[in-house]
T-cell receptor
Framework: GQNIDQPTEMTATEGAIVQINCTYQ??????LFWYQQHAGEAPTFLSY??LDGLEEKGRFSSFLSRSKGYSYLLLKELQMKDSASYLC????????????WGAGTKLIIKP | DAGVIQSPRHEVTEMGQEVTLRCKPI?????LFWYRQTMMRGLELLIY????????DSGMPEDRFSAKMPNASFSTLKIQPSEPRDSAVYFC?????????????FGQGTRLTVV
């Protein structure tokens, strides 16, 4: 079957680093996405991984291990505006290449 | 481009009434998706279109839900009759292609409340 797991909520301090984990099970893995969603707004694209390793984009990095069915999103130098939900989504080629979404991790940044 | 445009932003209706949600995808995008998001179930794919043709509607909860895409620049999601459990945020998204690193661009959503 298909399944994606993320922590429901995390809390971190402004200026610190936080890692949000995502584990997945899918038979036809074809890429993993991270999206950011501020409260009351639409999800917006953050990153894409299809090969193992780390993709860095400014303060945000995303890591993938296909053999472990595992990814993480690393946020550095946290700012208050980073308070949002972070959604992990996996593309499945056996599901017409459509995205399977995790429930999202609500990240709370404290001063 | 103005991005994906949805209307209305908010809709409050009484149980039993018909509700129509509207979406204008990004020009040139050939895929259009309708999602529903709730606290309990997260983001759920309801239906998606490729080149205006419905490809997979297995996520549509029941016959009360229907979606159309009469042309490349417009789609509707209709609920008739509406029920309180349909209350959610409905997102429309579009993308250019479906594989690889193709990202979906989301509209601002329609917050539907059925009382």
């Amino acid at each position: 079957g298909q399944n994606i797991d993320q922590p429901t909520e995390m809390t971190a301090t402004e200026g610190a680093i936080v890692q949000i984990n995502c584990t997945y099970q899918t038979s036809g893995f074809n890429g993993l996405f991270w999206y950011q969603q501020h409260a009351g707004e639409a999800p917006t694209f953050l990153s894409y991984n299809v090969l193992d390793g780390l993709e860095e984009k400014g303060r945000f990095s995303s890591f993938l291990s296909r053999s472990k069915g595992y990814s993480y999103l690393l946020l550095k130098e946290l700012q208050m505006k980073d308070s949002a939900s972070y959604l992990c989504a996996v593309r499945d080629r056996y599901g017409n290449y459509q995205l399977i979404w995790g429930a999202g991790t609500k990240l709370i940044i404290k001063p | 481009d103005a991005g994906v445009i949805q209307s209305p932003r908010h809709e409050v209706t009484e149980m039993g009434q018909e509700v129509t949600l509207r979406c204008k995808p990004i020009s040139g995008h050939d895929y259009l998706f309708w999602y529903r998001q709730t606290m309990m179930r997260g983001l759920e794919l309801l239906i998606y279109f490729n080149n205006n043709v419905p490809i997979d509607d297995s996520g549509m909860p029941e016959d009360r839900f229907s979606a159309k895409m009469p042309n490349a620049s417009f789609s509707t999601l209709k609920i008739q009759p509406s029920e309180p459990r349909d209350s959610a945020v409905y997102f429309c998204a579009s993308s250019s292609g479906a594989g690889g690193n193709t990202e979906a661009f989301f509209g601002q959503g329609t917050r539907l409340t059925v009382v």
